[in-house]
């Protein structure tokens, strides 16, 4: 089963500034923005020209932040997510949310040891 990095997600306080440093100041561009109900929140996606990985800057209402909490969650593409979760059950790894589903991709959440949330996604 092969893992496979395809984004980074990070947290930020205010997403319409964040939007215009990553691009005005770092010349990437914004691929998609979602509201999402679930979180009260709101993502974007920012990716450089030729470039497959690409960031995912999230924002969440009424999060308090501290220093540190910028990092939201790692995501790495799987071929069969059913699969992969099979193998990580094997190793004692447990899903930390339920799998949600997009008419493109499934997904789900499992965290490192040190309670970094790591998204695995497959691709419809």
């Not at 979760?85 to 790894?93: I, N, Q, S």
């Not at 040891?113 to 996604?121: D, K, R, S, V, Y």
């Amino acid at each position: 089963m092969a893992f496979k990095l395809r984004y980074t997600g990070i947290q930020v306080r205010d997403l319409d500034q964040s939007l215009e440093f990553y691009t005005k100041i770092l010349g990437m561009r914004v691929v998609s923005r979602v509201k999402v109900q679930e979180t009260r929140g709101e993502f974007a996606v920012v990716r450089c020209e030729d470039c497959d990985h690409y960031l995912e800057v999230n924002w969440y209402e009424n999060r308090q932040y501290r220093s540190g909490d910028e990092l939201d969650h790692l995501a790495f593409e799987v071929d069969d997510l059913n699969q992969a979760l099979t193998k990580l059950a094997e190793k004692g790894v447990k899903p930390v949310s339920y799998t949600r589903e997009s008419p493109r991709s499934r997904w789900t959440y499992i965290t490192d040891p040190n309670g970094i949330w790591i998204e695995l996604f497959q691709r419809k």
